[in-house]
């Protein structure tokens, strides 16, 4: 009987043994799903669930993360995390001061005319303009050529835009740009026409290079004194054709109208780009990372570290077979160390944790194809999950009218670059250039600039093991960008010591940083307080 009773309390004991490992398993499974929540970005309320459609859904279209496409991390269609919000423990803290912009100073636009300013009357001609380069350069470009319009009493014609750069993108003027608001909103500045009279037809014309950075002497002498032969001007090239400094605060104050209030992007781009930007909204407060690693930027920069041998050499031949691009030889490590390199993927990861920025912090990549593709962006990716792009954010359908148009996906990531709680370039590009403007346009939203030059040594002694990630490499990034997220300032002047062309290439340019000439502070009387954003 007792050995009975023995085997029975054995059994017994056997039994409640494994009930108690079981359920604490349950719960340990529980918590653990609680709290590290898969790396799959939440889902995205009712308002922003993509169309639905009778064709082959888009997850069949494209593989998953793919070490055989190039960025195909972001080309995931219709992904399968976008249903349902993101869970409150998961949002990020809008509270944080990483979020928080810097003090604007009480600095606000001021773009009104002045009382001397009037209409400038009957025209003398007509500008013709060919833009050149990508979306930035043209959108500096037609700016600037408003106020050489001013400036020489021409009426201008709406510009033409580049074809034949390296994106060979054929979209034409009103594809990018709301045409008729950049018509009614210069019309007491400048009278501009959609096309050229037929009566012009046979006129006389000059085909004009105008000269890099020139002032007001040199368009109302040299170009100005054209109208006495022709009565067509075209202007072969855009880029860089004005000053930046020492030109009359109505001219200025010009630029900033036809850049900031003036361009607008076509109602179709406008549609789409709040779109993205409301769904990344859904994921709380997001970072905007202009990630400059494309294939033909680093042939062009010469810009190899990290890559392999067979990588680099690819890129040494691009280089050396575009005629165009005149440096062929170039040192990829002094271009580094001089700070010349864009961030890698790894660089910027490291950079954000050090900065502070959590784990779940929602990023939007702003940027062509990456080179490597997910090879090269796993380490971002393995650190920052919630890793956004307009592919990923928007179905074929929405982004099919865009597609094959390089200016018009690049419009996409300008809007929602602009609208972003902060930027982040990692290379300082036209499009960085001209976001970190707007930015500063709109109140001095967060903008933070890299300091690649002080950078460099620092992850390259993590690279050698000199240096870990941590608290020290925290404190000392923290410090070095005090001083470089956007605050008001003033525009930089050129490099002491710089003469001739060097000079006016060292200075900061007018659309990086419109203060003083657009910006004023609160007191001031020329106070526009309009901030509508477009």
């Known amino acids: 009987m007792q050995k009975r009773r023995w085997?029975?309390?054995?059994?017994?004991?056997?039994?409640?043994?494994?009930?108690?490992?079981?359920?604490?398993?349950?719960?340990?499974?529980?918590?653990?799903?609680?709290?590290?929540?898969?790396?799959?970005?939440?889902?995205?309320?009712?308002?922003?669930?993509?169309?639905?459609?009778?064709?082959?859904?888009?997850?069949?279209?494209?593989?998953?993360?793919?070490?055989?496409?190039?960025?195909?991390?972001?080309?995931?269609?219709?992904?399968?995390?976008?249903?349902?919000?993101?869970?409150?423990?998961?949002?990020?803290?809008?509270?944080?001061?990483?979020?928080?912009?810097p003090p604007s100073r009480d600095y606000w636009p001021c773009i009104e005319r002045s009382s001397n300013y009037t209409f400038s009357g009957e025209s003398k001609g007509y500008l013709l303009v060919h833009t050149n380069g990508g979306l930035n350069q043209m959108r500096a470009g037609i700016c600037d050529m408003v106020a050489v319009a001013r400036i020489i009493n021409a009426t201008l014609v709406i510009p033409e835009l580049d074809k034949r750069s390296f994106w060979?993108?054929?979209?034409?003027?009103?594809?990018?740009?709301?045409?008729?608001?950049?018509?009614?909103?210069?019309?007491?500045?400048?009278?501009?026409?959609?096309?050229?009279?037929?009566?012009m037809a046979s006129a006389p014309k000059i085909v004009k290079h105008f000269r890099s950075w020139s002032g007001m002497g040199y368009y109302q002498g040299e170009i100005a004194s054209l109208w006495d032969e022709y009565q067509v001007i075209r202007a072969a090239k855009s880029d860089s054709r004005l000053a930046n400094n020492n030109l009359p605060p109505d001219i200025q104050k010009l630029r900033c109208r036809a850049c900031y209030e003036a361009l607008r992007f076509s109602s179709r781009i406008e549609e789409i780009g709040k779109i993205l930007v409301d769904r990344m909204r859904s994921y709380g407060p997001y970072i905007a990372l202009h990630l400059r690693y494309?294939?033909?930027?680093?042939?062009?920069?010469?810009?190899?570290?990290?890559?392999?041998?067979?990588?680099?050499?690819?890129?040494?031949?691009?280089?050396?077979?575009?005629?165009?691009?005149?440096?062929?030889?170039?040192?990829?490590?002094?271009?580094?160390?001089?700070?010349?390199?864009?961030?890698?993927?790894?660089?910027?990861?490291?950079?954000?944790?050090?900065?502070?920025?959590?784990?779940?912090?929602?990023?939007?990549?702003?940027?062509?194809?990456?080179?490597?593709?997910?090879?090269?962006?796993?380490?971002?990716?393995?650190?920052?999950?919630?890793?956004?792009?307009?592919?990923?954010?928007?179905?074929?359908?929405?982004?099919?009218?865009?597609?094959?148009?390089?200016?018009?996906?690049?419009?996409?990531?300008?809007?929602?670059?602009?609208?972003?709680?902060?930027?982040?370039?990692?290379?300082?590009?036209?499009?960085?250039?001209?976001?970190?403007?707007?930015?500063?346009?709109f109140g001095h939203r967060k903008t933070i600039s890299p300091d690649r030059k002080q950078l460099v040594p620092l992850f390259d002694k993590i690279e050698r093991g000199k240096l870990k990630e941590g608290e020290n490499l925290s404190r000392k990034i923290i410090e070095i960008h005090k001083r470089r997220?956007?605050?008001?300032?003033?525009?930089?002047?050129?490099?002491?010591?710089?003469?001739?062309?060097?000079?006016?290439?060292?200075?900061?340019?007018?659309?990086?940083?419109?203060?003083?000439?657009?910006?004023?502070?609160?007191?001031s009387p020329n106070l526009n307080t309009s901030l509508v954003i477009k």
Not at 172 to 192: G, P, R, T
Not at 193 to 198: A, F, G
Not at 498 to 507: A, C, L, P
């Open 294 to 441: 494309e294939k033909d930027m680093l042939a062009f920069s010469g810009c190899t570290h990290g890559l392999s041998s067979a990588e680099a050499d690819e890129l040494k031949k691009i280089r050396e077979e575009t005629a165009y691009w005149k440096v062929k030889e170039i040192d990829s490590r002094e271009q580094r160390s001089k700070g010349y390199c864009p961030l890698t993927p790894k660089e910027v990861a490291m950079f954000l944790i050090a900065l502070g920025y959590p784990s779940n912090t929602p990023i939007y990549i702003a940027a062509g194809e990456i080179y490597g593709g997910d090879s090269r962006m796993a380490d971002l990716l393995s650190r920052y999950p919630i890793l956004m792009s307009k592919e990923k954010l928007a179905s074929v359908e929405e982004l099919e009218p865009f597609a094959n148009h390089a200016s018009q996906m690049a419009a996409l990531d300008y809007i929602v670059s602009i609208e972003s709680d902060v930027f982040v370039p990692s290379y300082s590009g036209n499009m960085a250039r001209a976001v970190e403007g707007h930015r500063r346009f």
């Open 485 to 523: 997220q956007g605050s008001p300032r003033r525009r930089k002047g050129p490099i002491s010591g710089t003469k001739g062309m060097d000079r006016f290439r060292s200075e900061e340019a007018f659309y990086v940083n419109p203060l003083p000439d657009c910006l004023c502070q609160r007191q």
């Open 168 to 199: 060979q993108d054929t979209s034409i003027f009103s594809d990018v740009f709301n045409e008729d608001h950049f018509i009614n909103a210069l019309a007491n500045d400048v009278k501009v026409i959609k096309k050229l009279p037929k009566e």
């Open 7 to 101: 085997r029975v309390v054995v059994v017994l004991r056997k039994v409640l043994t494994c009930a108690i490992c079981a359920i604490t398993m349950m719960a340990l499974l529980s918590v653990h799903v609680q709290v590290f929540p898969s790396s799959r970005v939440p889902d995205l309320p009712e308002p922003y669930k993509l169309p639905t459609t009778t064709t082959q859904p888009h997850v069949n279209k494209y593989s998953r993360l793919s070490s055989v496409q190039e960025q195909s991390w972001s080309r995931e269609q219709t992904p399968p995390h976008l249903s349902k919000p993101p869970l409150p423990s998961h949002k990020v803290n809008w509270d944080s001061k990483l979020w928080k912009p």
